[in-house]
Nanobody
Framework: QVQLVESGGGLVQAGGSLRLSCAASGRTVMYAMGWFRQAPGKEREFVAAISGIGGITNYIDSVKGRFTISRDNAKNTLHLQMNSLKPEDAAVYYC??????????????WGKGTLVTVSS
């Protein structure tokens, strides 16, 4: 069983930066992992993912060039560096893990989320 705990959310001005972290318990070294977000009144959407083999990354178009996903397998931690934040990035951000090396289909595990608020 994998448990995921996010941290690093908060209030930031537009143009600012935040770094989200996700601490995973259980063995996730070979698992693909990702970040999703859900804004009020909207469906949860994929933001970024990183494979468990090769560290292959993928991003939603709206965050490409601004967000960077990374993982530290030694610390069982996933990160999302968010730069040049925009008001439309405001959402609850969720960490997710897939019980397989590549991010396909729906994640198998979810964190409880961390709130990111971006003021204009």
């Amino acid at each position: 069983q994998v448990q995921l705990v996010e941290s690093g959310g908060g209030l930031v001005q537009a143009g600012g930066s935040l770094r989200l972290s996700c601490a995973a318990s259980g063995r996730t070294v070979m698992y693909a992992m990702g970040w999703f977000r859900q804004a009020p009144g909207k469906e949860r959407e994929f933001v970024a993912a990183i494979s468990g083999i090769g560290g292959i990354t993928n991003y939603i178009d709206s965050v490409k060039g601004r967000f960077t996903i990374s993982r530290d397998n030694a610390k069982n931690t996933l990160h999302l560096q968010m730069n040049s934040l925009k008001p439309e990035d405001a959402a609850v951000y969720y960490c997710a893990a897939y019980e397989r090396p590549y991010y396909s289909g729906s994640p198998d595990y979810w964190g409880k989320g961390t709130l990111v608020t971006v003021s204009s």
